[in-house]
């Protein structure tokens, strides 16, 4: 079995826990390969074996069977760009602090790691969308698992969305931005923005307006199954568009089209983990205020 390693950075306290992950990852895999940013951060904490190897980019990874990515959500984002299209599960030791998607936290890692090499664990999928934006280059990895997002530069104008879907007119925003989420960020951005929570495996997205200037325009869910095109305009003179955490500069009256992407992320959880439980765990559902 061939186990990655990619991280950020953590605090002194989860020292411990994160070398015994490296120790227990390492008794399954001796040469399993480590990220190079991540691998310079743990040889300040750590002596790692001597075996292990490095990694640098995605086109490394053929041949892994698994990636666990130690870190927060953001971290979690950032290794899908690595291991999603190369259908590389992941696992996510969460040592930042809420941890929807990196939710095993470190007190769980014997559990983790006895699941994985027993087969006690399943396969969690999640949908992508694939963005097309007019006159920019979105790189090697032109994909979202949690939105796409239009946020105006100016703080004192708002921005105009036109938004049509399978080349049929929905609406034009007048607002702060909007969000056009998968049903995995309907507990990000979109949630803040008061969208609803939707079960990841529902195929739809979330068109959601950030502080309409019309408060009738509420989030709208539509099936995954078609093209979505969004078009800001405005005062200014360039928008930033936001594919999770990578941002960009575009123009005003550019197209950005968004469609499911061909292939979908893989998520390894725990026998016992599903959505219902994690987000009644995170967001304290069921529990008396008064007993807290």
Not at 20 to 35: F, G, K, N, W, Y
Not at 76 to 103: D, K, Q, Y
Not at 160 to 172: D, I, L, P
């Amino acid at each position: 079995m061939r186990i990655a390693l990619f991280g950020k950075p953590f605090k002194q306290k989860h020292n411990d826990a994160v070398r015994h992950l490296v120790d227990r990852i390492t008794e399954v895999d001796s040469s399993a390969p480590i990220h190079s940013e991540f691998r310079e951060h743990l040889n300040k904490h750590m002596t790692l074996p001597a075996s292990t190897g490095t990694f640098f980019t995605s086109d490394e990874l053929d041949g892994c069977d698994i990636i666990f990515s130690i870190g927060g959500d953001g971290t979690f984002l950032e290794c899908v760009t690595l291991a999603a299209e190369r259908g590389i599960p992941i696992m996510g030791i969460n040592t930042g602090t809420l941890g929807f998607l990196s939710n095993v936290g470190t007190e769980s890692i014997d559990e983790a790691i006895d699941a994985i090499v027993d087969g006690k664990t399943w396969i969690d999928e999640r949908s992508l969308f694939h963005v097309e934006a007019e006159g920019i280059d979105l790189g090697a990895f032109p994909y979202a698992i949690n939105e796409v997002a239009i946020h105006k530069r100016d703080t004192a104008s708002m921005v105009v969305v036109e938004v049509h879907r399978n080349n049929r007119f929905v609406n034009t925003y007048w607002a702060d931005g909007l969000l056009v989420s998968t049903a995995t960020g309907s507990t990000a951005y979109s949630l803040s923005a008061g969208g609803p929570i939707i079960s990841p495996s529902s195929d739809v997205a979330v068109i959601t307006p950030l502080a309409p200037h019309n408060l009738t325009n509420r989030p709208l869910v539509v099936p995954l199954d078609g093209v979505i095109t969004i078009s800001p305009d405005g005062r200014d003179a360039s928008f930033l568009l936001s594919l999770d955490s990578r941002s960009y500069h575009i123009t005003p009256r550019s197209k950005v089209i968004i469609k499911p992407a061909p292939f979908k992320a893989k998520f390894l959880k725990l026998e016992h983990q599903h959505f219902f439980n994690t987000i009644r765990s995170k967001m304290h559902w069921g529990i008396d205020p008064r007993e807290r």
